[in-house]
C-alpha cells in the first residue's frame, strides 16, 4: 500500500465517504455531516466506510496527526448521534508524515446484521474440511487470545465437528454440503466461541 497514489474518485453512490478532514466543523456542517453518514450507511445497508485524509477525487493528501484526532472525535459524535459505532481498520502514513486513516462505521443493533457467505473450494485433501472445522470450533478467551487446546491436532481433531456422516468421518473426507456460522457482534468480538449451537445450520 505504501507505493499506492490514489484511490478511485469518489462516488455519490456506494457506501464509502473521501474526507479530506471532519475537525471542528460548526453546528450547521456539523447537521449536514450527519445527514451525509445516514446517506452513506443507507446505502450500505448499516454499514459505511470513512476514507480521512483522502480527496473526493481520491488522491491521498493526508493530515497531521492532531487534525486526524479531531477529525475521528466528530466522526464519532456524528455517529453517536445515529446510534451507530465506530472502529478503526487501518492507517496510511505518508512519506512527509501525514496520515490517512480508514474508518468503518456500523448500526449498534442486535436486529440489523450483516450476512457475508464465503464458499470453500478446492481438490481433495487439500485442508478444506480440516480449516473449517478450526474456524467454527475455536475457542477464544476473555483477552480474545486462542485456545491452542481447540486447535486441530493435525489428525483430524477439527474436522469431525463438520461432519454430517458416520463415512465422512472415519474416511475423513467429506461428501455432503454444510452451512456452518460464525458470529461476531457490531465491535468484531466472536458471539459463538466454542462451537455453540448457532453455529450449525
Given at each position: 500500500?505504501?507505493?499506492?497514489?490514489?484511490?478511485?474518485?469518489?462516488?455519490?453512490?456506494?457506501?464509502?465517504?473521501y474526507?479530506l478532514?471532519?475537525?471542528?466543523?460548526?453546528?450547521?456542517?456539523?447537521?449536514?455531516?450527519?445527514?451525509?453518514?445516514q446517506?452513506?450507511?443507507?446505502?450500505?445497508?448499516?454499514?459505511?466506510?470513512?476514507?480521512?485524509?483522502?480527496?473526493?477525487?481520491?488522491?491521498?493528501?493526508?493530515?497531521?496527526?492532531?487534525?486526524?484526532?479531531?477529525?475521528?472525535?466528530?466522526?464519532?459524535?456524528?455517529a453517536?448521534?445515529?446510534?451507530?459505532?465506530?472502529?478503526?481498520?487501518?492507517?496510511?502514513?505518508?512519506?512527509?508524515?501525514r496520515?490517512?486513516?480508514?474508518?468503518?462505521?456500523?448500526?449498534?443493533?442486535?436486529?440489523?446484521?450483516?450476512?457475508v457467505?464465503?464458499?470453500?473450494?478446492?481438490?481433495?485433501?487439500?485442508?478444506?474440511?480440516?480449516?473449517?472445522?478450526?474456524l467454527?470450533?475455536?475457542?477464544?478467551?476473555?483477552?480474545?487470545?486462542?485456545?491452542s487446546?481447540?486447535?486441530?491436532?493435525?489428525?483430524?481433531?477439527?474436522?469431525?465437528?463438520?461432519?454430517?456422516?458416520?463415512?465422512e468421518?472415519?474416511?475423513?473426507?467429506?461428501?455432503?454440503?454444510?452451512?456452518?456460522i460464525?458470529?461476531?457482534?457490531?465491535?468484531g468480538t466472536?458471539?459463538n466461541?466454542?462451537?455453540?449451537?448457532?453455529?450449525?445450520?
Open positions: 500500500m505504501a507505493a499506492l497514489k490514489s484511490f478511485p474518485a469518489e462516488s455519490d453512490d456506494g457506501n464509502t465517504e474526507k478532514h471532519l475537525k471542528e466543523p460548526d453546528e450547521a456542517k456539523f447537521e449536514r455531516l450527519v445527514t451525509q453518514l446517506h452513506r450507511m443507507t446505502e450500505g445497508d448499516g454499514e459505511c466506510i470513512y476514507e480521512i485524509g483522502i480527496m473526493d477525487d481520491g488522491s491521498l493528501q493526508g493530515i497531521t496527526k492532531t487534525e486526524m484526532e479531531q477529525s475521528v472525535a466528530t466522526l464519532h459524535r456524528m453517536a448521534q445515529l446510534n451507530y459505532c465506530v472502529y478503526p481498520v487501518s492507517t496510511l502514513e505518508l512519506s512527509d508524515g496520515l490517512i486513516q480508514e474508518l468503518i462505521v456500523r448500526e449498534d443493533s442486535t436486529t440489523n446484521y450483516q450476512n457467505t464465503i464458499a470453500i473450494l478446492g481438490s481433495v485433501d487439500c485442508a478444506k474440511s480440516t480449516l473449517l472445522g478450526v467454527v470450533s475455536v475457542k477464544v478467551n476473555s483477552d480474545g487470545e486462542l485456545d487446546d481447540s486447535l486441530d491436532d493435525g489428525r483430524g481433531k477439527c474436522r469431525v465437528k463438520i461432519a454430517n456422516h458416520p463415512h468421518i472415519s474416511t475423513g473426507r467429506t461428501s455432503s454440503q454444510s452451512l456452518h460464525v458470529g461476531f457482534d457490531s465491535k466472536l458471539i466461541s466454542g462451537g455453540d449451537h448457532v453455529r450449525k445450520r
